[in-house]
């Protein structure tokens, strides 16, 4: 059975910072293209970053790029997401998730394109 754990949030002040980690187990992590993604109250989910099989490609929203760094370490099944200069607009439940990738550089930014997510793991920032 795939699954995928988050953990790392928490609550911090504006201009913080936070790291996420996300442990893959059940299939082989090397060949999935890994997302976060979040969701604020009242907000549909939306994509933060995405990362390719061997990190020669990476994504990363307008809204996060210079502040959030996406990484991954295939040989312990992880990806990370590194969060500085946070805002009181980064509040939400960040989640990971999976996709088999269909060539080296593959990246998702999409829900849909997703078939294995996190239960998800809170983020607040206070003001």
């Known amino acids: 059975q795939v699954q995928l754990v988050e953990s790392g949030g928490g609550l911090v002040q504006a201009g913080g910072s936070l790291i996420l980690s996300c442990v893959s187990s059940?299939?082989?992590?090397?060949?999935?293209?890994m997302g976060w993604f979040r969701q604020a109250p009242g907000k549909v989910r939306e994509s933060v970053a995405s990362i390719s099989t061997s990190s020669i490609k990476i994504y990363y929203a307008d809204s996060v790029k210079g502040r959030f760094t996406v990484s991954r370490d295939n040989a312990k099944n992880t990806v990370y997401l590194q969060m500085n200069s946070l805002k009181p607009e980064d509040t939400a439940v960040y989640y990971c998730?999976?996709?088999?990738?269909?060539?080296?550089?593959?990246?998702?930014?999409?829900?849909?394109?997703?078939?294995?997510w996190g239960q998800g793991t809170q983020v607040t920032v206070s003001s």
């Open positions: 998730a999976a996709a088999r990738s269909r060539w080296n550089g593959d990246l998702r930014t999409k829900e849909y394109e997703y078939d294995v």
């Open positions: 059940g299939r082989a992590f090397s060949r999935d293209v």
